[in-house]
């Protein structure tokens, strides 16, 4: 751990867990830190990074919540930090690369112990995206961190599995509603208790680029089915995500992201077993859609995302 604060206190990177999944941090005062992320994960400049706050002071220090937003942000803080819920905000001084040059700064409090322990030590914010190169499957284990960067960064502290395995939910706050940038843990259902939330996830044009269709991209192609009983599987090895039920078809390969159906489970388990899919030199993976509710709305969107597919109708 204290490896982890030094290489953060000189300017250098270092991969650390989150509740979520594992991120790639650095000092989000130092500019050249920063720019030491988008270089490990060939990340392009116009992407802005999350930026993980060691308490509430610093959301007054990096952020500038206007007064008609006041109570809303106070409300989803008090709540759901720390937590897997990211909030976008008018912006106070932080450096251009981490932002991306926008007027608005992405922050939220991680509620992993060991990047608690971490960031307090440290004193200060640390920007961290996920810790995978660009465009790739985000890592819930640090043998996926290895996969991933293995050479390009000094250190990676090993947390063990996330508990979620999903990124976190990112909201932005206007005009009184919560706008939802990015589903994630914290499901459209919680958010309602405390105002109008309003769908704003990004299809056809972004207004970050990490929104893009064909984000978490497994490298073999992936298609998605709502039933996979009448699924026609085509000539070639394919393997088969399933929710819940098994042994339907016969596949080369199968995981089964929750024998019990439970979507807490299916999130966690997903970027593992997609990871795994996709090293076992199959020509198609078919993944079967899971129910649209709570956090089930998160892995359907990675799912379209990685299948490159437009919402359907
Ligand atoms: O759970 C998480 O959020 C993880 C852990 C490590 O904290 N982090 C993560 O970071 O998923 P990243 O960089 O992989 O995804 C952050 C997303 C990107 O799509 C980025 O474009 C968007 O947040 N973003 C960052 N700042 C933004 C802003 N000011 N406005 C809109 N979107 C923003
Ligand atoms: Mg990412």
């Not at 939220?108 to 322990?117: G, I, K, L, Y």
């Not at 159906?261 to 299916?266: F, I, Y």
């Amino acid at each position: 751990m204290s490896a982890a604060v030094e290489f953060l206190c000189r300017g250098n990177v270092v991969a650390l867990p989150t509740e979520t999944v594992y991120g790639l941090g650095a000092d989000a005062m130092n500019a050249s830190a920063a720019l030491k992320i988008f270089e490990a994960k060939e990340r392009p400049k116009f992407d802005p990074l999350i930026i993980h706050l060691p308490d509430r002071d610093w959301l007054e220090r990096i952020t500038h919540v206007g007064r008609a937003e006041r109570k809303l942000v106070a409300q989803l803080a008090d709540h759901f930090w720390p937590g897997p819920l990211t909030i976008v905000l008018p912006r106070r001084a932080v450096p251009d690369v981490v932002t991306a040059g926008l007027e608005t700064v992405a922050v939220r409090m991680s509620a992993h112990p060991t990047f608690r322990e971490v960031i307090d030590a440290f004193g200060g914010p640390i920007a961290a995206p996920s810790a995978n190169r660009f465009g790739r499957i985000s890592p819930t284990e640090a043998a996926h961190v290895f996969e991933e960067l293995n050479g390009r960064i000094p250190l990676i502290v090993d947390g063990g599995a996330t508990s979620f395995g999903i990124e976190s939910t990112i909201v932005a706050v206007r005009d009184g509603a919560i706008e939802i940038l990015r589903p994630g843990p914290i499901s459209v259902e919680e958010l309602g208790e405390f105002g109008a939330v309003r769908n704003a996830i990004a299809r056809e044009r972004p207004e970050a680029p990490g929104q893009l269709p064909s984000h978490y991209a497994p490298r073999t192609p992936l298609r998605l089915t709502s039933n996979l009983e009448r699924f026609e599987v085509p000539e070639g090895r394919v393997g088969a995500l399933l929710f819940g039920t098994t042994g339907i078809q016969d596949f080369a390969e199968t995981r089964t992201l929750s024998s019990t159906g439970d979507l807490r489970e299916a999130a966690a388990n997903l970027f593992r077993q997609l990871r795994e899919l996709d090293a076992a030199g199959l020509d198609l993976i078919v993944a079967e859609h899971v129910p649209e509710r709570g956090i089930g709305c998160a892995i359907m969107d990675r799912l379209r995302r990685a299948a490159a597919l437009r919402e359907q109708a």
